[in-house]
C-alpha cells in the first residue's frame, strides 16, 4: 500500500507558534490553506515528500538520516534566516529561508536513504509542470518532488489560495506583518502528507 509521507524540520515550539500567527497575520481575511495550528497542520520546512511502498521503516529511515548529517552541525537547534515571503506558481505563498550546507547536506542523506523506497507507480506525471523552472522539472521527474538538488528551496508553506491572490498578499506582506528574521528548528520528525502537502500528522520526532 502507497503512503504518502515526508521527513522535515520543525520549529522550537515559539516559533512554530510565531510562524502560525504569521500565517493569520499576512492571509487576513483570506482563507489561505491549509491553516496552521501548533496542534494539528505544523510549520515545518520539508526535506523530501512523496509516494513510497511499504518497504520503508520510517524508524530506521529516520535514524540513517540523522546518523548521516550527524557531523554537518546538526546538533541542539538550526537558525535558518528569512529571505522574504514569495509567491511560488501555482497559488503557493512561501515564508523563504536560506539554503546553507546543511540542509543540502540534510538533503542528500534524505535521498540516499529514501529514493530506494519510492512508488515510482503513484507520481503524479499528469501534474502541470509548464511553471516549473527546469531544475524543478528534472527534479519531478526523477523523485516525483519538486524541490531537490540545484531546485531545492527551502520554504515554510504560509498556504495556497487563487493565483492573482496570492501574488497581491506576497507583494504587500511586508505591509502587514513583521516577519522574523530567523526561524529556529530543532527536530526533524516523519510525517503523514495531508491537504496540499501539509505536515497532517507526526509519526515520529528526533531531536538534534
Known amino acids: 500500500m502507497t503512503r504518502w509521507l515526508?521527513?522535515?524540520?520543525?520549529?522550537?515550539?515559539?516559533?512554530?507558534?510565531?510562524?502560525?500567527?504569521?500565517?493569520?497575520?499576512?492571509?487576513?481575511?483570506?482563507p489561505l490553506r491549509p491553516r496552521l495550528a501548533p496542534d494539528g497542520n505544523l510549520p515545518h520546512v520539508t526535506v523530501f515528500q512523496g509516494p513510497f511502498a511499504d518497504s520503508l521503516d520510517p524508524a530506521e529511515a529516520l535514524g540513517s538520516i540523522a546518523t548521516a548529517v550527524a557531523g554537518s552541525g546538526l546538533r541542539g537547534e538550526v537558525s535558518l534566516a528569512t529571505t522574504d515571503v514569495i509567491h511560488q506558481p501555482?497559488?503557493?505563498?512561501?515564508?523563504?529561508?536560506?539554503?546553507?550546507?546543511?540542509?543540502?547536506?540534510?538533503?542528500?542523506?534524505?535521498?540516499?536513504?529514501?529514493?530506494?523506497?519510492?512508488?515510482?507507480?503513484?507520481?503524479?506525471?499528469?501534474?502541470?509542470?509548464?511553471?516549473?523552472?527546469?531544475?524543478e522539472r528534472a527534479s519531478y521527474e526523477r523523485y516525483g518532488y519538486r524541490?531537490?538538488?540545484?531546485?531545492?528551496?527551502?520554504?515554510?508553506?504560509?498556504?495556497?489560495?487563487?493565483?492573482?491572490?496570492?501574488?497581491?498578499?506576497?507583494?504587500?506582506?511586508?505591509?502587514?506583518?513583521?516577519?522574523?528574521?530567523?526561524?529556529?528548528?530543532?527536530?526533524?520528525?516523519?510525517?503523514?502528507?495531508?491537504?496540499?502537502g501539509a505536515h497532517a500528522k507526526t509519526l515520529l520526532e528526533r531531536r538534534f
Open 90 to 135: 501555482v497559488g503557493w505563498l512561501f515564508l523563504s529561508l536560506e539554503r546553507p550546507p546543511l540542509l543540502e547536506a540534510l538533503q542528500e542523506a534524505a535521498l540516499t536513504v529514501l529514493e530506494r523506497h519510492l512508488d515510482r507507480a503513484s507520481f503524479r506525471r499528469a501534474r502541470d509542470t509548464s511553471r516549473f523552472s527546469d531544475e
Open 6 to 30: 515526508g521527513v522535515a524540520l520543525l520549529p522550537r515550539a515559539d516559533h512554530l507558534r510565531a510562524a502560525v500567527r504569521l500565517q493569520q497575520d499576512i492571509g487576513g481575511e483570506v
Open 147 to 196: 524541490y531537490t538538488g540545484t531546485a531545492y528551496a527551502p520554504h515554510v508553506t504560509l498556504g495556497r489560495a487563487a493565483e492573482h491572490t496570492v501574488l497581491e498578499l506576497a507583494r504587500t506582506a511586508r505591509d502587514r506583518a513583521g516577519l522574523p528574521k530567523e526561524l529556529v528548528f530543532d527536530r526533524l520528525s516523519f510525517y503523514v502528507m495531508g491537504e496540499q
